[in-house]
Structures are given as structure tokens and as C-alpha cells.
């Protein structure tokens, strides 16, 4: 699957980011930190780790690149668990998009950011 990411936005980080990983806003406009479990997912951290104070650029749209914290299947809506990886959503969860590949925890799967 190749990922074709949309729309990027450039923020400062809040905490280390790790690569591939849901982020959500901080404390200020531009300021993202790791997702929280369920939190309201801003979006994914392009390929390189940064740590506190850095720059990161997110995917905003399209197709991104995430890391899988549990069994996916593709089609199935995805939200951030409490460490920025992706699972499964529960038809009641806001979720952040749609898996594009089937994986289990710890692979690099692909999302459709906002379906």
C-alpha cells in the first residue's frame, strides 16, 4: 500500500513523538502532543521521532502511515489508544479514519484520515 499523504501542517512538539502516531492539539494553537486514549485526533506524525520543543509535521488528510497497537482489519474505523497508536473504534467512538490494510499491534499499517 502506498501512502499518499494530503495536506501536511507544520506544529512544536509538546513531549517526544514518536514516528507514525496520532498527535492532538496541546495547550495552544500550535502546539501538538502524543494522543490520548480516545482523544481527538489532529493527525499522524510523519517518519522521524522528535522530542520536546522540536518541529513535526502532520498528516492531516488522505492516507498516512500509523502504527497499529492492536489486531486491525482493513475497512474498520480506527482511534487513538493511550500511547498514539491506532485500534479499533466501537460504533459509539469518534474515530479518525479508516484502516487501509489489515495488521496486528506493532506494524506500520495505513489509515484513510477522516472517513
Not at 13 to 27: I, K, M, N, Y
Not at 34 to 40: E, H, I, N, R, W
Amino acid at each position: 500500500m502506498n501512502n499518499k499523504p494530503g495536506l501536511i501542517a507544520n506544529y512544536r512538539a509538546v513531549g517526544a513523538l514518536a514516528a507514525a502516531v496520532f498527535a492532538q492539539f496541546a495547550t495552544a494553537d500550535d502546539l501538538v502532543t502524543l494522543c490520548t486514549a480516545g482523544g481527538s485526533v489532529q493527525g499522524v506524525t510523519t517518519g522521524a521521532a522528535v522530542v520536546d520543543g522540536d518541529r513535526v509535521d502532520l498528516i492531516l488528510t488522505d492516507i498516512a502511515p500509523i502504527t497499529y497497537g492492536a489486531a486491525v482489519a482493513r475497512g474498520q474505523r480506527l482511534k487513538s489508544d493511550a500511547t498514539g497508536y491506532a485500534i479499533p473504534a466501537a460504533d459509539v467512538d469518534i474515530s479518525a479514519g479508516t484502516a487501509q490494510v489489515s495488521g496486528v499491534a506493532g506494524d506500520i499499517g495505513a489509515i484513510l484520515l477522516g472517513r
